[in-house]
């Protein structure tokens, strides 16, 4: 008991006390240098929602509408997969001049209608998907700048004479993660995007070959082959 009440009476002493009151704030101040997150602000490199910005259009809800990743400078959009690619309009003729030297030579639109519109289809999104790749390169080397900045202003943490907490390196981080996560699920939608205008193109395929089964009125067991393109019925009879 006696030497009880002697540990308590040491520990309750001046010395003592302040001796704890020196550890306890030395101890907050290592959980603050540890914990306090502090908001990165005025920074171009943390938004989200202009080069990392991905939105599907209204048409989303019934399963269609075409996806925007980027903003400004960086934006590329992307076609939905039902689009009616043989009446679209976002090709220029610079586009197909760029990308296809060839005038488009899909057969008579009047004679053979689902062929030429299979046709004209098949060969738009084919310059589409050229087109769109050729944006998505700006998208991805302005993400890639939007990285390098912050990993880049993360290093100079508590450089030339500035205070360091732990708590701002936890916050780049983080921040770093979420763009790597946005990222991949980015790519995830690529992936099916691009998987779908494949199956887009096996589809304009079928439509083209079921088109000609359907002009095609030489007796079985011909000799003759006929190419892409349907001839008209007369010069059919003459050849067969």
């Not at 610079?94 to 289809?121: I, R």
């Not at 946005?182 to 079928?206: F, K």
Request: aromatic residues 6%; charged residues 25%.
């Amino acid at each position: 008991m006696r030497l009880l009440f002697m540990i308590l009476a040491v520990l309750s002493s001046p010395v003592a006390t302040a001796q704890w009151a020196v550890y306890d704030k030395k101890v907050h101040e290592q959980l603050t240098f540890i914990n306090h997150i502090l908001e990165i602000k005025g920074s171009e490199f943390t938004k989200l929602d202009r080069h990392f910005k991905n939105q599907l259009g209204a048409a989303a809800a019934n399963g269609g509408g075409d996806l925007t990743l980027g903003d400004g400078d960086s934006k590329a959009v992307l076609k939905a997969l039902d689009t009616k690619f043989d009446e679209l309009t976002e090709l220029s003729d610079e586009d197909k001049k760029k990308y296809l030297g060839t005038v488009q030579d899909c057969g008579d639109d009047k004679l053979n209608p689902a062929h030429f519109q299979a046709c004209a289809g098949l060969r738009n999104l084919r310059l589409q998907t050229l087109k769109q790749s050729q944006s998505l390169l700006k998208t991805l080397d302005a993400r890639r700048k939007q990285i390098v900045q912050l990993v880049e202003k993360s290093r100079s943490l508590g450089a030339n004479g500035q205070p360091s907490r732990a708590g701002e390196l936890q916050r780049y981080q983080f921040e770093l993660q979420a763009q790597q996560a946005l990222l991949q699920t980015d790519a995830m939608q690529l992936q099916i995007l691009m998987n779908g205008y494949r199956q887009r193109e096996n589809v304009y395929e079928m439509q083209m070959a079921e088109a000609r089964r359907a002009t095609d009125t030489r007796p079985p067991g011909s000799l003759v082959k006929l190419g892409a393109v349907p001839f008209s019925k007369d010069l059919m009879k003459k050849l067969d």
